[in-house]
């Protein structure tokens, strides 16, 4: 079955092992897996590092957000260019289902952690014209959106900025996907009373069955649905697990997560956020290649082909018709 994945990391991988091309890699995703799968879109992020992270990304230096960013897009645009025959980039749905009539895939790009739009609101049109069509409003620190998820309840508390809402409003005016993962509680209700348009949570679970507080409680699961947004299952264990330290990430889990999520808001608000190359764990779906096992799951579960279909790729379409 072909599907749509709201988020993988792998950009960061590239970056992290000086590698433009994407169609072989090391990791969880390639474009070469990619179309072995039967995808039918991916959302590459842009990962913007915070400080910390240099040895993981093999640099000795404090890493420069400029030049993590260029070298990113640069390995994007590299990626489709020698792989055009596969995949190509898709900055709406007439694009995406054009590619797919010609037997291509489609390829979109966020930033994960907004910080990169420095206050103001002409980077985001800069930004859009360079591809960005979702930006994860924030990582797990304060920027210029708002505030983080955070396990401090005071900082859960706090919402969007004045220029946060500023930004929202011109996102919905671009058609940029928002994205409330790793935003604070506050936020998330700011975001849904600002935004005219369809949001999600592109990498969140249900914090009902797993209480990080960067998955979303039944409230926020009702009002993302109300709304016409969609949540992508993160297939990372911390996400998925009761025990926040348990490094098991399974289908059963992961199906049940989904089932929870379909019970409080409805099978039109889910979706898949695999977080590709962006967690670690025993993971039994930890490539691309291995996603289909989920849809073997969920049927077996109980849930029919219609509602394996929404859960796959056609919520998501529906919402990048809605905003894009």
Not at 23 to 38: H, L
Not at 63 to 69: H, K, P, R, T
Not at 186 to 208: C, I, Q
């Amino acid at each position: 079955m072909k599907f749509i994945d709201l988020h993988c990391d792998t950009l960061m991988l590239a970056y992290a092992e000086r590698q433009k091309d994407m169609y072989q890699m090391s990791g969880m995703f390639d474009i070469k897996r990619m179309k072995e799968s039967g995808a039918m879109a991916q959302f590459f992020a842009i990962f913007m590092p915070p400080p910390g992270i240099e040895q993981w990304l093999k640099r000795e230096q404090p890493i420069d957000d400029q030049e993590y960013m260029d070298y990113c897009f640069a390995a994007y645009e590299e990626t489709l260019s020698k792989n055009a025959d596969l995949i190509a980039p898709a900055g709406n749905v007439k694009e995406l289902l054009e590619n797919e009539k010609n037997g291509k895939m489609s390829g979109l790009l966020t930033f994960e952690d907004g910080r990169m739009i420095q206050g103001d609101l002409a980077n985001l049109k800069r930004y859009y014209d360079k591809g960005i069509r979702l930006i994860s409003l924030t990582w797990n620190a304060e920027n210029c959106f708002g505030f983080p998820n955070s396990t401090d309840t005071s900082v859960m508390e706090k919402g969007l900025k004045p220029f946060g809402k500023e930004a929202i409003e011109e996102m919905n005016a671009l058609g940029i996907i928002i994205d409330v993962s790793h935003l604070s509680d506050g936020g998330f209700w700011d975001v849904a009373e600002v935004s005219r348009k369809p949001f999600v949570a592109s990498h969140s679970n249900s914090r009902v069955l797993s209480p990080h507080q960067r998955n979303l409680t039944d409230d926020m699961l009702k009002k993302l649905a109300d709304l016409g947004g969609v949540a992508g299952i993160n297939f990372g264990p911390e996400f998925l697990n009761e025990d926040l330290t348990c490094k098991d990430s399974t289908l059963e889990l992961i199906s049940k997560h989904i089932r929870h999520m379909i019970a409080v808001g409805g099978v039109e608000c889910v979706a898949l956020g695999s977080d590709f190359d962006g967690i670690m764990g025993n993971l039994e779906v930890g490539n691309i290649d291995e996603v289909a096992l989920i849809f073997d799951r969920l049927k077996k579960d109980g849930l029919s082909e219609t509602m394996i279909e929404k859960i796959a790729w056609k919520n998501a379409l529906r919402v990048m018709k809605d905003v894009l």
